[in-house]
């Protein structure tokens, strides 16, 4: 079969098409034929070496959805012609963390940041829990962002920050792939959210998408108008998927407020004011991707039209240089999906 290798950390021509051989399932394990797999800037930082544990020599791509083909000995749970997405990283089902459903935290078989079975192939074979039953009928790369973006999405807005009707959500990052996402389960949960861009030209499609109001603030120094767009109180959930942004996403926080950490575009540290977490009793958490559960939920919105995906691209696997460089030059608005071999 062939497949997308990343031969060394580096540029986009660091991913090369390769033959290697086909997988076969064993006991308890799904073959699955891939259909769609999106590419993240997850994707983007490991081919450059900024994860830490990263390896090369390996397939990318953790966003991935297809059909099953083949079953291993003992499966009873999937058939062949079953349409599945894969979730997005190994877990073992014995664990405390998996036994009480947070296989996103589960460490047994390898880092949840780098631990990916990769998408970017012609086929891929996972043990038969990791792959989730879509619904038919549902768009092959709709089903692919069910787990990152928007089972992700899902765990910080509604399981951590508890996002309920009447809520103000502010969203850095908005336009990028989980920020549109993001956008759209706020509004599906009944809350208003305020948006914000550093492009002008994308304030539009934001606003399209249901944002309550954008913030176009090149600079991040956007706490200001989020006060005033709160009549001075603040932002009651604030999701953070920059990290650089964290900062101004604290000054923008209402008493008591929640503020959720998606994203560390840049690695780099940033400054906290205890007394502003205290003064205001900010509550701060870290999360990452979503449970089982969260990507079951999140096929169910998108099957019933509460969440639209939202792709830049579609490209055949044999682009997937170009693909990497869209991404470099945040050339999209949402994901880049990749399909099928010329």
Known sequence: ???????????????????????SPAAGEVLVQVRAAGICH???LHRAGKLPGARAGVVLGHETAGEVVAVGDGV??????????????QFCGLCRN???????????????AVDTVGGYAEYVCVPAPM?????????????ALSCCPIGTSLR???????????????????????????????????????AVTSSPAKAAHL??????????????????????LTGKQGVDIAIDNLGLSLPETLRSMAQGGTVVVLGNIDGQAVDVLPGLLIGRRIRVMGSGSGTLEDIRQGLAMLACGQIRPVISATLP????????????TKAVEGRVIMQGWL
């Open 1 to 23: 079969m062939k497949a997308v290798i990343l031969s060394a950390f580096g540029a986009p021509d660091t991913l090369e098409i390769r033959e290697v051989p086909t997988p």
């Open 42 to 44: 997850h994707d983007v």
């Open 76 to 89: 009873i749970t999937h058939r062949v012609g079953d349409p599945v997405v894969i979730y997005q990283r």
């Open 98 to 112: 998996c036994l009480r459903g947070r296989q996103d935290m589960c460490r047994a078989l390898g880092l949840p």
């Open 131 to 143: 792959a989730i039953p879509v619904p038919r009928g549902l768009p092959w790369e709709a089903a």
């Open 156 to 194: 910080a807005l509604r399981t951590l920050a508890g996002t309920s009707p009447g809520d103000t959500v502010l969203i850095t990052g908005a336009s990028g792939g989980l920020g549109m996402h993001q956008i759209q389960i706020v509004r599906a949960l009944g809350a208003r959210s305020i």
């Open 207 to 228: 606003k399209s998408l249901g944002a309550d109001e954008v913030i176009v603030s090149p600079d991040l120094k956007f706490s200001a108008q989020a006060w005033q």
């Open 317 to 328: 696997f044999d682009e997937i240089r170009r693909a990497h460089e869209l991404l470099d």
